[in-house]
């Protein structure tokens, strides 16, 4: 699984279309990374410390409950754990639905799917504790509500890229992308090595080397996950500091984003593509078996 995001810069230079598969789905990509990490981290300070995007702390919250047999916490924070599942499966049943009219169309009903979700999480949410509210540990009541909303359109969000063929990767959680990151890293390195060995003067090495590197796959895939993370960062930043100063209305920002890219992404379609599943496990001998 470490190579999981491999196809996100080497797919978007094999395409005929730079603007359909490059550029403009890596720009929503950070986009989308950073309107998560504002949405986990508003969700974090508003829903008495759940994530909604991150899910592996809530897992193991949930355990640690488990074990001490607080019942009410860990529903508290398993709970969103499996709206957030459904969520996923909501957002890749559109996306398969709506990927044979076009990328851009699977992406714009899941953005729109989002938008709607968190669009209710702001009037539920001000309806029920205040712009400026805090909420207590949710229990089967109406308090749940407010977690649900926002897990689901996480989960929405994760899968939409991924599911719509135009990269894979998810966008809610940087694990992944940091440990694909440092194994981008020690494969440049590698190659860094294995041409510095070389024979010619040192000096002209290295200036190649420098000439070579913006423009190796591996180095940019790199450049392309780093960013992910801090555009992440900046979002969680940006998300702590809109709930401290605007409470739950600063939720619109991300909320109104969505809402543009989804409307964009409706009225511009572009051509149907299919999807590239070779990534896959057992893809092809699945692929072979159903043919048969």
């Known amino acids: 699984m470490l190579h999981d995001l491999a196809p996100t810069l080497q797919s978007a230079s094999q395409s005929p279309s730079r603007n ?3 550029a403009r789905p890596i720009a929503m990509a950070l986009l989308l ?3 998560a990490g504002f949405i986990d981290a508003a969700g974090y300070v508003v829903l008495a410390h759940i994530f909604v995007a991150n899910m592996s702390g809530n897992s193991v919250a949930a ?3 488990a074990v001490e047999r607080d019942w009410r916490l860990m529903f508290h924070r398993g709970f969103p754990v499996l709206v957030f599942v459904v969520g996923l499966i909501l957002g890749g049943v559109v996306a398969e639905a709506q990927r ?8 714009g009903w899941c953005l729109l ?6 669009g209710g999480f702001i009037l539920y949410g001000a309806a ?13 009541g109406a308090e749940s509500v407010m977690v649900i909303l926002p897990a689901l359109a996480m989960g929405v969000q994760n899968v939409t890229l991924r599911a719509s063929g135009a990269l894979s990767i998810y966008t809610t959680h940087v694990t992944g992308t940091l440990t694909q990151l440092a194994d981008d890293i020690v494969r440049w390195g590698q190659w860094m090595h294995g041409y510095l060995k070389c024979r010619s003067p040192a000096a002209r090495r290295w200036r190649r080397l420098l000439r070579m590197t913006p423009r190796h796959p591996v180095a940019q895939e790199a450049v392309f996950l780093a960013a992910l993370w801090v555009v992440y960062v900046i979002g969680a930043i940006g998300g702590g500091v809109g709930i401290e100063f605007w409470g739950i209305i600063s939720v619109s920002i991300p909320f109104a984003i969505l809402a543009v890219l989804a409307i964009f992404c409706l009225r511009f379609p572009g051509q149907p593509a299919m999807r590239n599943d070779s990534h896959l496990p057992y893809h092809h001998a699945w692929r072979h078996r159903c043919r048969r």
């Open 33 to 35: 990374t950073s309107i």
């Open 100 to 107: 044979p009219h076009g990328k851009r169309r699977a992406i």
């Open 63 to 65: 355990g640690l409950y």
């Open 128 to 140: 029920l504790i205040g712009w400026h509210g805090r909420l207590i540990p949710a229990t089967l």
């Open 20 to 22: 359909e598969t490059g």
């Open 113 to 118: 799917l989002e938008s709607t979700f968190l």
